[in-house]
């Protein structure tokens, strides 16, 4: 199972939106409503910020959104915080019963 | 407060075999799905295993099929990865995590395995 495509990094100044892709197949990200976004920051485990392509947990914060067309999903802050630099990774669950995650991308906020 | 600690990690020689446990607190452990994820140094995550909460599904990946095994004890919320036959690219930091649906909503600090010679 080949990882989902991230871009390596995106960058953005306090304030501004920006949108990160996660480009799978139609055996992955097309084909189930299973994708999820993690954000990690140096040296910490993974925290859950979107499920099921739109969804968030209870206490993330309602600048985080999630979407999905077709292969490709996005995830896009807004009212970008310094706080928000760190690593974002995707995530789809699989029809061979199995998880694939993204290469992960590096946010900057300038 | 909701936790999962894994234990375990240590250097290894290639060829050699390790064990590590993931414990888990405050939440129903025995009703819950469970996972190994690693992250190799300075790369992205990758899932590993997947078990179900009775133990009667079990999935993982085909880079550790036949290597690794996922096991649990629920009397004890602990959970186990068994791996055998370690190379150097299996060198990362191991995350037990839970996963409700088909995300991974409460992960572990981490452990590090490090196969060397």
């Known amino acids: 199972q080949s990882a989902l495509t991230q871009p390596a990094s995106v960058s953005g100044s306090p304030g501004q939106s920006i949108t990160i892709s996660c480009t799978g197949t139609s055996s992955d990200v097309g084909g189930f409503n299973y994708v999820s976004w993690y954000q990690q920051h140096p040296g910490k485990a993974p925290k859950l910020i979107i499920y099921?392509?739109?969804k968030r947990p209870s206490g993330v914060s309602d600048r985080f959104s999630g979407s999905k067309s077709g292969n490709a999903a996005s995830l896009t802050i807004s009212g970008l915080l310094p706080e928000d630099e760190s690593d974002y990774y995707c995530?789809?669950?699989?029809?061979?019963?199995?998880?694939?995650f993204g290469g992960g991308t590096k946010l900057a906020v300038l | 407060e909701v936790q999962l600690v894994e234990t375990g990690g240590r250097l290894v020689q290639p060829g050699g075999s390790l064990r590590l446990s993931c414990t888990a607190s405050?939440?129903?452990?025995?009703?819950?799905?469970m996972n190994w994820v690693r992250q190799a140094p300075g790369k992205g995550l990758e899932w590993l295993s997947y078990?179900?909460?009775?133990?009667?599904?079990?999935y993982q990946a085909d880079s550790v099929k036949g290597r690794f095994t996922i096991s649990r004890d629920n009397a004890k919320n602990s959970l186990y990865l068994q791996m055998n036959s370690l190379r150097v690219e299996d060198t990362a930091v191991y995350y037990c995590a839970r996963s409700q649906l088909a995300a991974f909503d409460i992960w572990g600090q981490g452990t590090m395995v490090t196969v060397s010679s």
């Open positions: 405050a939440f129903t452990f025995s009703s819950s799905n």
């Open positions: 078990i179900s909460s009775s133990s009667l599904s079990i």
């Open positions: 995530s789809s669950y699989t029809s061979r019963s199995s998880w694939v």
């Open positions: 099921d392509v739109f």
